[in-house]
């Protein structure tokens, strides 16, 4: 990391690589303009891999390139970097404050909520404390910004993502439906 807007708005943590073995320094920040649109895209369909074989149609899972890069800049975009094999890999994406083309479910509305969206951790290294990091930074970002509450919108059936988020303190608002899904989404908040 060079610049002192990038030391002040990342998050260093160390994570175990999962792929290697080995213990990796992980970076959060801001996307850069040089950050690569290709490799986002990439982590976005490892990481909802999952909801797909389910059966589920997550726009992030199935989004290209164009569309990844203009969600990005619909709000703020963090990575997770680290160093594999001599070279920084984006391991994590989360978008904060997406301010979507579609409607939104009407707790999103709410003056006193904010919300993110994009959320994904490279299947690699799943489970290791990288999500929670990054949740963290958002829902920090959150309280900056003056929201008393931070929500999300989740694919209903991926159950075992429903009880990560409601551990982390979420809990459940109501139902929605997004034009661009085959699924209904649950609307969750937490309390900051």
Known sequence: ????????????????????????????????P???IPEITSLLHRAYAKQIAMGLQPLAGRQDDATTAKRVTNGECYIATMVVGGRERIVGTILFHEIEDAKGPPWFANAHVDSFSQFA????????????????????????????????SMAEPDTGLMG?????????????????????????????
């Open 121 to 152: 951790v490279d299947p690699d290294i799943q489970g290791q404390g990288l999500g929670g990091l990054m949740l963290d930074k958002v829902e920090s970002r959150a309280r900056e910004c003056g929201a008393a509450e931070m929500g999300l």
């Open 1 to 32: 990391m060079s610049s002192s807007s990038e030391r002040q708005s990342g998050v260093h943590a160390s994570a175990k690589s999962g792929a290697e073995g080995a213990v990796s320094q992980v970076s959060v920040r801001r996307l850069l």
């Open 34 to 36: 040089s950050d690569s």
């Open 164 to 192: 990560w988020y409601l551990k982390r303190g979420y809990r459940f608002i109501e139902h929605w439906q997004w034009p661009y899904t085959n699924y209904r989404s649950a609307i969750l908040s937490k309390t900051l």
